[in-house]
């Protein structure tokens, strides 16, 4: 199925050229340097941090077992061999905590929680930004909620930049995701709220200004979930989908308990969002002068339905040169927009096969991640749920048909206990096959009080890929701490160390945030590219990565968006099991153009800049 990859453009291949080295690139050849000296590295960091697992590439300890060729993949490493994702949050300096009201009395305090890495620096270090939210006793009182940008240190730990940053008080925010709408090549911040969005345009020194207003932005007044920003047109400048919830006022609250549909197993809870209006949504054409334009009417993705979007994710699904949509609706069918390439979407996502699950069911649709799990260069969907709901696996066979395979892949008895959220598709063992990573937490804190299976507070799910298309529930062979019941609601996966390991972010609800860090396991090698678009948009959102080391066969696509109201590092991460080198790597960059380099060394980061 290799040929499913790059689509029909492959013919359009650019000339070869040497990347500019920029200053950030440069930073990654200093990095290169560094890393390439394992036992100077060692130095420095022993030196400068605790909490940091040193990452011995080619220090012998043992590899997993290669993938032969054919049908019949070999077994994953031994269980005994898995790292181990250590809580290091203590040790990080992050000291956030999420407001939260002790008995959610409604819904729009139950939502929120997405968390963003971002090098807002340039540095060629992720930091980290908290999305934080009132109650509604809070903001009926006049009181705002601390949201939280951490600056990376290069040493395990990060300071608290916020004040400097100016990124403090955006709004009653719900989640945050990355764009440079201003290709000038700092990465911008878009914030959603209920109440509109607030974008936040990075100046360059430290600080970010407002710019919602004059960027066009500040007409959209709903409750926003979701948001992605990516270049549906492809004229280089990244355009901007966002999805919003229920319609809600705070001055006409539905009250706690008082209706049908405000009942859960005969105790009182919040109202929503069944039974509540929902919110249409919004794609907003970057007009490449700093300013957006609303599109959503003319290009078919308002939402006339109302529906209660969530999480929502651009990415060429079907392989034809144009970013598609994906938006979660939570309770109703999800939205699966094909991009026309004339300014027009068509919906499909019931005969793609991903509206609804494979009964037919309506499903509350949270959280969204992407992943070629199978190495057939096709992005699969994953969307968590409410407890006695599956997560659903659709599995991306082509042409924009998707399979139900929740069950045949292992992963729907697990995750049926527990109310989804956040998740990504992340090697989290470098063996160069994608894991499953995800988080769980009720809306109800009611649920303790009564007799059922379901907690306010529940624990996180990891999945080991088997290679064969299912995936092992490993959650309790990983230690203890995603073992630790948390109402969680983002993840954000990134190199936060860049020691070639992905470290995962998960932000609460309630109380303060878990760093996890993989320890242990196989020394397996790995690749990272930092890409830069330059006639692609700056940040090369949905530029494609494919990288063939032997027999393993991967790709990778530059994402905004996505898990649960958050976003993930842009940098694209490769585990290469035993492979020391990736022997050809193709880039597909978002205006067509197709760039290969080959012969790369392993344990690296390469910044590679479109060719002109
Ligand atoms: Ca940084
Ligand atoms: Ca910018
Ligand atoms: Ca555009
Ligand atoms: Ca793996």
Not at 137 to 166: C, M, P, Q, W
Not at 300 to 329: A, E, H
Request: aromatic share 10%; glycine share 12%; charged share 20%.
């Amino acid at each position: 199925m290799k040929k499913a990859f790059l689509g029909s453009r492959g013919n359009r291949r650019s000339t070869i050229t040497e990347y500019e080295l920029n200053v950030r690139a440069a930073i990654y050849v200093v990095l290169i340097f560094v890393l390439g000296l394992t036992s100077a590295f060692c130095q420095l960091s022993e030196g400068a941090s605790r909490g940091i697992a040193l990452h011995h590439s080619k220090s012998g300890l043992q590899e997993s077992a290669p993938v032969r060729d054919g049908a019949q993949p070999t077994a994953p490493q031994a269980l005994a061999q898995l790292p181990q994702l250590v809580d290091i949050t203590g040790s990080t300096g992050i000291k956030f905590e999420h407001l939260s009201s002790p008995e959610q009395k409604y819904i729009v305090e139950s939502m929120s929680g997405g968390v963003a890495l971002i090098d807002y620096d340039r540095d060629g270090w992720p930091d980290i930004y908290f999305t934080n939210a009132q109650s509604v006793e809070i903001a009926l009182a006049g009181k705002k909620a601390r949201s939280a940008l951490y600056h990376n240190n290069h040493d395990g730990t990060f300071t608290d930049v916020t004040e400097k940053a100016g990124v403090g008080y955006p709004c009653w925010a719900m989640g945050a995701v990355v764009g440079d709408y201003n290709n000038d090549g700092w990465p911008d911040l878009l914030v959603t709220c209920f109440g509109g969005v607030v974008l936040y345009r990075n100046n360059g020194d430290g600080t970010f200004t407002d710019v919602t207003r004059q960027a066009g932005l500040s007409n959209d007044s709903g409750w926003a979930t979701g948001a992605a920003f990516g270049d549906y047109d492809n004229d280089g400048w990244v355009d901007l989908f966002v999805s919003h919830y229920v319609d809600l006022n705070l001055s006409n609250l539905p009250a706690f308990g008082s209706l049908k549909t405000c009942k859960y197993h005969g105790i009182d809870v919040q109202c929503g969002p069944r039974g509540l209006k929902g919110s249409p949504d919004n794609l907003y054409h970057n007009q490449g002068d700093g300013t957006f334009t609303d599109v959503s009417t003319k290009a078919g993705v308002d939402d006339p339905q109302n529906r209660f979007g969530l999480t929502v994710v651009w990415s060429d699904f079907n392989n034809d040169g144009r970013v598609d949509l994906f938006v979660t609706n939570d309770g109703q069918p999800n939205y699966l927009y094909r991009n026309d390439g004339d300014g027009h979407f068509t919906e499909v996502a019931y005969l793609s096969g991903v509206a609804v699950n494979q009964d037919g069911a309506e499903q509350a649709n949270m959280g969204l991640a992407l992943g070629d799990y199978q190495h057939t260069g096709l992005a699969s969907i994953v969307i968590t749920h409410f407890n006695d709901e599956y997560t659903a696996l659709f599995r991306n066979d082509g042409k924009l048909n998707f399979t139900d395979v929740s069950y045949a892949s292992g992963i729907a008895p697990a995750t049926t206990p527990y109310v989804g959220w956040g998740e990504a598709f992340f090697d989290f063992d470098n063996d160069g096959w994608l894991d499953l990573f995800l988080v769980n937490g009720h809306v109800y804190p009611q649920v303790d009080s009564i007799d059922i299976t379901a907690k306010y507070r529940e624990p996180g799910l990891l999945f080991l890929n088997q290679r064969n298309g299912t995936f092992r529930n490993i959650s309790n062979l990983v230690g203890p701490a995603i073992q630790t019941p948390q109402v969680s609601r983002g993840v954000a996966i990134g190199d936060l160390f860049n020691d070639g390991r992905l470290d995962v972010v998960i932000e609460n609800l309630k109380g303060g945030p878990m760093i996890l860090q993989p320890q242990g396991g196989p020394a397996n090698h790995w690749i990272t590219f930092a890409l830069e678009g330059t006639k692609s948009n700056r940040l090369a959102l949905n530029a494609r990565v494919k990288a063939t080391a032997g027999d393993l066969v991967q790709t990778g696509e530059v994402l905004s968006g996505g898990s649960y109201l958050s976003q993930n590092d842009l940098r694209i991460h490769f585990g290469l099991g035993s492979k020391d080198q990736v022997d050809r790597v193709e880039i597909l960059w978002p205006d067509g153009r197709m760039e290969v380099r080959t012969s790369l060394a392993a344990d690296r980061f390469y910044a590679i800049k479109e060719p002109q």
